[in-house]
């Protein structure tokens, strides 16, 4: 099994950092420790490193479907939408910051850009399109599955049906050796950024009184309009945030996942995973919940590859049956 994936990491560029369960070296150091449990050595060595590279892979997958899961979650807690088109933001971020890379070469002037751009169409899809509609949750759904299939043709126009990658700087593309372990750089960077991301976003919720506003929409609108919010600012705050996440993710994940015509729409359904277990509306809750999917997508493709699909949507469907509103959810 490590020839082929040997040969197809030769023939892609050294930047792409691949979505395998293992990374390439992974798989040699656990491939030649298999080699001498298989003669009677080494056996716990074996066992051990594949349990601490499946863990490490899967919280930096995890991370990055904190990106899309928190912005989703946080559009729903204050607006009540259910925006099947949030998918389509990451694809896009991803292929914007193809574009600024073509045009100027800087990967870190992608970021940016391309998540500021994508949140300024998120801010007016939102007051053009969505505000008007009101509260209807089915005209909700309707308008932004539109939109989704409006994204994804719009991509395939201008970028074509071709897969491409995002390379990053060559500085994130090396490994480093911790305990043995053969660790990629690119997917501690995506941990990082994290990190960052979620403390960003908990010190501006609970320590400003920007954040105030906020959880106060999320726990009653009609309470917060009555004591002088303005919700539809709030709203439409939400809502390019949530955009800008899904789109940072999109940029971080195409060096990761690749960008190709249908992520949009693989993303989607691991996103609403990710907010169900974790709760509507709750930052915390979508952190647990994306550490719980990364983990399950990413043991469940390394154990039981038959039924991976079961592996990451049990999870879900037990908390559901437990708790409806999620871990961290509210009524």
């Known amino acids: 099994m490590t020839l082929p994936c040997r040969e197809r990491g030769r023939a892609r560029s050294r930047a792409k950092i691949s979505r395998d369960t293992l990374s390439i070296q992974s798989l040699l150091t656990w491939a030649k ?3 001498k449990a298989s003669r009677g050595k080494g056996t716990e060595a074996v066992d051990t490193r594949f349990w601490l590279i499946q863990a490490f892979n899967g919280i930096s997958y995890g991370a990055l ?26 694809l896009l971020g991803g292929y914007v910051a193809l574009s600024v890379i073509w045009t100027t ?23 053009v399109f969505l505000r008007p509609l009101g509260f209807d949750p089915l005209r909700q759904v309707l308008l932004t599955v539109g939109f989704a299939f409006l994204f994804q043709q719009a991509a395939l126009d201008i970028w074509t049906g071709n897969p491409f990658d995002i390379n990053p700087p060559a500085a994130l593309t090396q490994t480093i050796v911790v305990g043995g372990l053969h660790l990629p750089l690119y997917r501690i960077f995506m941990i990082g950024v994290a990190l960052f991301i979620g403390l960003t976003l908990w010190l501006v919720m609970e320590k ?3 954040g ?9 609108a009609e309470m917060a309009r009555g004591v002088g919010i ?17 789109a940072l993710g999109g940029v971080i994940g195409g060096a990761f996942l690749g960008v190709y015509p249908g992520l949009d729409f693989e993303m989607l359904p691991i ?16 952190a647990i919940g994306a550490l719980i999917v990364g983990l399950a997508d990413n043991f469940g493709k390394a154990l039981l590859p038959e039924v991976s699909y079961f592996t990451l949507y049990a999870p879900m469907a037990l908390i559901l049956a437990v708790k409806p509103t999620g871990l961290f959810g509210r009524e």
């Open 208 to 210: 400003t009184r920007l």
């Open 271 to 286: 996103a609403f995973a990710v907010v169900i277990i974790g709760g509507m509306g709750s930052l915390g809750g979508a």
């Open 33 to 35: 420790l298999q080699a």
């Open 212 to 220: 105030a506003t906020i959880r106060a929409t999320v726990d009653d």
């Open 230 to 246: 303005d919700t539809s600012y709030i709203s439409m705050l939400i809502f390019a945030l949530g955009a800008f996440l899904a």
């Open 105 to 127: 070469g800087s990967w870190l002037l992608a970021i940016p850009v391309a998540a500021v751009t994508v949140a300024l169409i998120g801010l007016v899809m939102e007051r």
């Open 65 to 90: 479907l904190f990106l899309v899961g928190s912005g989703l979650s946080l559009i729903f807690g204050v607006m009540r939408i259910v925006n099947l088109s949030h998918g389509s933001y990451f």
